[in-house]
């Protein structure tokens, strides 16, 4: 362990002049609001019908689950359900106790927005630390400015915003305290890591990755020990009491949220039992992403060409079977069918998807085990598609638009590849405290992965370190150029 010790350290503090940081935190404002405007200035007219608060705040379906909870627990004094974690309250309802629900929104939108800028700032700082160079903090700061795939999380009601957000804070927070050596840091980073899983829980992860990394930078300790037990504390209690909550409420035993069939009234049993083949085959889950297995599935038009390759059959699943499978669960969500034929196609449904799914895992075990999560792993950092600006069709937009949205289609899969460049070149110079640093986001990613869960807004919370990650590398690419420089 000393010896890790000695070719590992983390990070280390850097002094930024106050000037500096002043002039870039008013550009990362102007930035973020003015992304926030021109993102409801070139909003697609589909979206007039779902917006709130004066139509400043996007409010898609995914938005009652987060806000009507809180609602009944202001006309009930119950917090209900278990699809969503209660990580909303400490944000939204302070507001919403002395305001109309709308208005509340409307200070929810700005309070999102007021923690990017702060967390952005905080994040360039932390680059610095990270890479001991002010030009990997100008490059995060300059990236985080110009990249849409996080910022546009502030113009909507879901968790996504403060989820990052606090992120990115509870993460500055571990390096002062790694710089510093006080617990008050640990205890900020540990309460703000607690905060942020309850808004999206799969940051869950990132409470063992500090502990690791904790263990890495002080060795195994009584210093380390405590160290550990402040990072879990927050997380643990409070996990301990939602679960306490709900097997009191409900007489279950859940630690995070229920089932998603349970929350989503459009997962039903029979839809369920089809997807769980498409996951374990190593298909796109999503039904509204065109071109997807889901979508030909689910989708009701009879002539799209099938996705599936020969490789994807087994002896227990051909086309004709998908073929059969499709058109009978339109059919049984046709309304056409009487109550006792509906319950023995739905039977009939379930028990053929639920056959095909361990004939495929049966069949292909290591491309199950292995080779599909390394393509789920794909689709999450090189998306066909750019998810969530509230711009119309391609074919509608106007010359801003597109720009905007080829760019941001672009900037992903640039961020993964310059990403992979770098652990590959980080590797090579073993430079073992980088690496270290990228497992953070990448656990995040890996995760998704492993479920296979491939929707773009979860890699939202990794993307800003690897921004950070990718400024580290263009600073290096600039000083070690400089240096090569002919001195006059």
């Not at 070719?7 to 973020?32: E, H």
């Not at 849409?148 to 606090?166: E, G, P, Q």
């Not at 679960?243 to 998603?260: C, E, G, I, Q, S």
């Amino acid at each position: 362990m000393s010896y890790i010790r000695s070719m590992i350290k983390l990070c280390d503090d850097i002094i930024i002049p106050k000037k500096v940081q002043l002039q870039w935190l008013a550009a990362i404002a102007l930035a973020k609001i003015g992304w926030f405007i021109l993102f409801i200035v070139l909003r697609s007219d589909a979206w007039s019908l779902k917006t709130a608060a004066w139509g400043i705040a996007l409010h898609p379906s995914e938005s009652f689950g987060y806000f009507n909870p809180i609602e009944v627990y202001l006309r009930h004094g119950t917090y209900q359900g278990m699809c969503r974690m209660p990580g909303m309250i400490p944000f939204y309802l302070p507001f919403r106790l002395f305001m109309p629900q709308a208005h509340a929104q409307l200070i929810l939108i700005i309070v999102q927005i007021l923690f990017d800028i702060l967390a952005t700032w905080r994040l360039g700082i932390l680059a610095g630390r990270i890479f001991q160079s002010l030009r990997a903090t100008h490059f995060t700061w300059f990236l985080a400015c110009i990249s849409t795939f996080t910022v546009v999380r502030n113009n909507y009601l879901l968790s996504d915003s403060l989820c990052i957000s606090l992120t990115i804070l509870a993460v500055y927070d571990f390096s002062t305290f790694l710089i510093r050596r006080e617990l008050k840091y640990l205890w900020l980073s540990a309460i703000g890591i607690c905060l942020a899983l309850f808004l999206r829980p799969v940051v869950l992860v990132l409470v063992p990755g500090l502990i690791i990394l904790v263990l890495l930078a002080q060795g195994l300790t009584r210093s380390t020990l405590k160290a550990a037990l402040v990072i879990a504390l927050p997380t643990v209690l409070s996990l301990t009491a939602w679960t306490v909550r709900n097997k009191l409420t409900y007489d279950r035993y859940v630690v995070l949220v229920a089932p998603l069939g349970e929350c989503q009234p459009q997962i039903t049993p029979d839809f369920a039992a089809i997807r769980g083949w498409i996951l374990a085959s190593g298909g796109d889950y999503q039904p509204w992403a065109v071109g997807g297995e889901s979508y030909w599935f689910f989708d009701s038009d009879q002539h799209l060409p099938m996705p599936f390759e020969k490789d994807d059959f087994t002896p227990g699943c051909d086309s004709t079977l998908l073929l059969s499978l499709k058109h009978d669960y339109h059919r049984l969500h046709s309304g056409l069918l009487s109550e006792s034929d509906s319950l023995q196609l739905e039977k009939s449904i379930i028990d053929r998807g639920e056959r095909i799914r361990e004939s495929y895992i049966q069949t292909h075990p290591f491309r199950y085990h292995v080779l599909n999560k390394i393509k789920f792993t794909g689709m999450i950092l090189f998306p066909h598609r750019i998810d969530d600006l509230p711009f119309p069709a391609f074919s509608e937009m106007n010359l801003i638009q597109k720009a905007i949205k080829v760019f941001s289609w672009l900037a992903i899969p640039a961020m993964s590849i310059l990403s992979c460049l770098a652990i590959c070149l980080w590797i090579f110079q073993r430079r073992w405290h980088l690496l270290l640093w990228m497992c953070l986001p990448m656990g995040l990613v890996f995760v998704h992965s492993y479920m296979g869960f491939v929707e773009q807004r979860y890699l939202a919370s990794s993307y800003p370190f690897f921004m950070v990650l990718l400024a580290g590398l263009l600073a290096g690419i600039f000083a070690s150029k400089k240096s090569k420089l002919p001195q006059l």
